[in-house]
Antibody
């Protein structure tokens, strides 16, 4: 059984850096073909993809947010970490991590974490 | 950058067929997938690789993809199908692309 869970701060101030951790079980990020991604959703709005990291450490970022994002993995802890710099109130939303079948669909999703950006 | 366009809303009567479209340039040359998202819940994959259903997804959900349009079809729509639906595709330059979402209302 594959499970994913996001953790991190639920409130950050403008200009701060957000660090979110996805802890997963039932899969290994050093297995060929495994990828993990981050997707966010502002309240009442659509899903927006942010970042992907693959088993071989390759990664991809949303072109519009690339300068603000970093994604890393710790295979020994079964974790993926997303950092987003210079947070703004428009970055408020629910942040999801998800398992991707490489270069295709997301088949398992975490429960999401609501992050509010406010002073 | 690659974009996917969905109608903001679709309405259907219980028991009828709902069709939700997703448009993108030469989308038929890519794989499309669909997610269902009920209020307050995480997205759930309902169709992948254009036409395939994950285990546990009812057979009333089906998909197609040709030309510039992918379509999610829900046959015999039930009240429990009322949700937001998102299409998604992989593009070699934009990577992961989501449509803007369609709110399905079962009247």
């Amino acid at each position: 059984q594959i499970t994913l869970k996001e953790s991190g701060p639920t409130l950050v101030k403008p200009t701060q850096t957000l660090t979110l951790t996805c802890t997963f079980s039932g899969l290994s990020l050093d297995t060929t073909g495994v990828a993990m991604g981050w997707i966010r959703q502002p309240p009442g709005k659509a899903l927006e993809w942010l970042a992907l990291i693959y088993w071989d450490d390759d990664n991809h970022f949303s072109p519009s947010l690339k300068s603000r994002l970093t994604i890393t993995k710790d295979t020994s802890k079964n974790q993926v970490v997303l950092t987003m710099t210079n947070m703004d109130p428009v970055d408020t939303g629910t942040y999801y991590c998800a398992h991707q079948v490489v270069r295709d669909f997301f088949d398992y999703w975490g429960q999401g974490i609501l992050v509010t950006v406010s002073s | 950058s690659y974009e996917l366009t969905q109608p903001p809303s679709v309405s259907v009567s219980p028991g009828q067929t709902a069709n939700i479209t997703c448009s993108g340039n030469k989308l038929g040359e890519k794989f499309a997938c669909w997610y269902q998202q009920r209020p307050g819940q995480s997205p759930v994959l309902v169709i992948y690789q254009d036409t395939k259903r994950p285990s546990g997804i009812p057979a009333r959900f089906s998909g197609s993809n040709s030309g510039n349009t992918a379509t999610l079809t829900i046959s015999g729509t039930q009240a429990m199908d009322e949700a937001d639906y998102y299409c998604q595709a992989w593009d070699s330059s934009t990577y992961v692309v989501f449509g803007g979402g369609t709110k399905l209302t079962v009247l």
